[in-house]
């Protein structure tokens, strides 16, 4: 199938200008893992699993503050859609605000707690030791990636996708060139990825907070912390991150049963996971512009336009999916060889790339659907179908474990729960309810 043609309707052009963007900002993240599991992998199969692990962890405790960006998105887009932007600016202030905040919490929480949660993944002392070290420097960089998540949020309601995907490609290259200087060069082990990954991490966050400061006296928005602003985001919040958390239990409980059936298990998931990821936020780049577009046009009581947009977008996850299907499924004989010399895990990565690659055209769908209710501020919807999609995975995952049924019985399984997060969402978008007017979703 070939990608829709920009001339064939008119949304083509604007979902073009803001997920190209978009798309390069949000393979950012995940290339930094991959890029970390690239130059750890050589250290061996042990710090390679120990990154999984901690990896996960990290990816947990930032993703359910995604709200900091998906939140702040759907709610700057409403105002700008009404006209009304300096509100939009100081809104977008508070969540930096509210991302500060929580980003130090969790590092005074995570840093005593470390060595528990890594110990509830089961993980060999081998791979412990290492996913430890990781974590524990990896912390320190929290702060500043929820900081990065809440001034790109700001930054896509206002219909700029452009500027996060210059700051996520100077971070990439950053976090690239000291991985390479401390691990390969200094000789710091799995310490020295960590070091590159928090100080890329602050870096980012420094520049969000400068690109924001300059809007706000553009626009004569106040910097001090609002209490009723911090609480209304922290209040909008909720619902995404009881979406959020149940996503995140989905791919805990992937990374869980893997680390059980061994350390080349968890080696070939974690890379097959940071692949896995890699091609979602690639897929996520229409999403946002779903956001964005839906949340400008509901604000501006634009249903007709919203809907139109939505199945274009939809079009365009289909035809995105199939292509990266076709590229998984093409770079699958040499993929494994990039990241790890071990044999075992190389062969359970054959394996796995097929299953990611059959699951990408409905990931197309799901992805672009998620992106649009989260626009419309649909967040109560979104968290009752994140509960009720896991509680079709975990079923499938408890007959993986117990039947030792393999890695790619596991992927198997997370397919099911992408099947029914398809027809969730797929029978939410048919309807009306989520298609609500106003500067506020009331």
């Known amino acids: ?33 991959l890029a970390d599991s690239a130059i750890v992998g050589h250290l061996g199969t042990a710090p390679l699993g120990g990154l999984g692990v901690a990896g996960q962890i990290l990816s947990t405790l930032v993703n359910v503050c995604v709200f900091l960006a998906y939140g702040t998105t759907a709610a700057v887009a409403r105002k700008v859609g009404a006209g009304h932007v300096r509100e939009a600016v100081r809104q977008g202030i508070d969540g930096i605000w509210l991302a500060l905040g929580i980003g130090v919490l969790l590092v005074a929480v995570g840093w005593p707690t470390s060595p528990w949660l890594i110990d509830a993944f089961g993980a060999s002392p081998e791979v412990a ?10 912390l320190f960089g929290i702060p500043g990636m ?25 971070m990439f290259g950053v976090n690239l060139a000291l991985n390479v200087l401390f691990v390969l060069v200094f000789g710091w082990g799995i310490a020295g990825s960590a070091w590159g990954t ?22 004569g928005a106040l910097l001090r912390p609002d209490l009723a602003g911090l609480r209304a985001s922290a209040t909008a919040g909720v619902s995404l991150l009881i979406r959020t958390l149940s996503l995140r239990v989905v791919l805990i409980i992937g990374t869980v049963v893997a680390t ?38 509901l604000g501006a009581s634009d249903v007709a336009g919203a809907r139109a947009a939505t199945q274009r977008m939809v079009q365009w996850g289909i035809a995105c999916g199939v292509l ?72 499938a995952a408890g007959v993986v474990h117990l039947s030792d049924g393999g890695l790619v019985a596991l992927w198997g399984a997370i397919g099911v729960w992408m099947v029914a997060r398809f027809i969730a969402l797929w029978l939410r978008a048919r309807g009306d309810a989520w298609l609500v007017t106003g500067a506020v979703r009331q």
Request: hydrophobic share 60%; aromatic share 8%; charged share 10%.
């Open 1 to 33: 199938m070939a990608l829709p043609s920009v001339l064939r309707h008119p949304h083509d052009r604007e979902i073009l200008r803001l997920a190209v963007p978009a798309f390069g900002a949000l393979v950012a993240e995940p290339l930094f893992l």
């Open 129 to 138: 030791a290492q996913a430890e070290t990781f974590l524990r420097i990896s």
């Open 146 to 170: 929820l900081i990065v998540l809440a001034g790109t949020g700001v930054l896509r309601g206002l219909q700029d996708t452009a500027t996060p995907l210059r700051v996520a490609t100077g």
């Open 198 to 219: 928090v100080i890329a991490q602050t870096a980012g966050a420094g520049v969000y907070i400068a690109v924001v400061l300059r809007g706000a006296r553009e626009h």
């Open 260 to 297: 059980h059936m061994g350390d080349a298990e968890i080696a070939a998931y974690q890379v097959g996971f940071q692949v896995w990821t890699l091609l979602a936020f690639a897929l996520d780049a229409i999403a946002i512009a779903g956001q964005a577009i839906t949340g400008r046009q």
């Open 324 to 395: 990266f299907a076709l590229l998984v499924l093409a770079v699958r004989p040499w993929l494994p060889h990039l990241f790890t010399q071990d044999p075992a895990v190389r062969h359970l990565l054959l394996g796995t790339l097929i299953v990611i690659a059959l699951m990408q055209p409905i990931a197309g769908v799901v992805f672009v659907l998620d992106g649009v209710l989260i626009g419309a501020g649909d967040m109560r919807y979104l968290a009752v179908a994140g509960l009720l999609t896991t509680a079709a995975f975990l079923p």
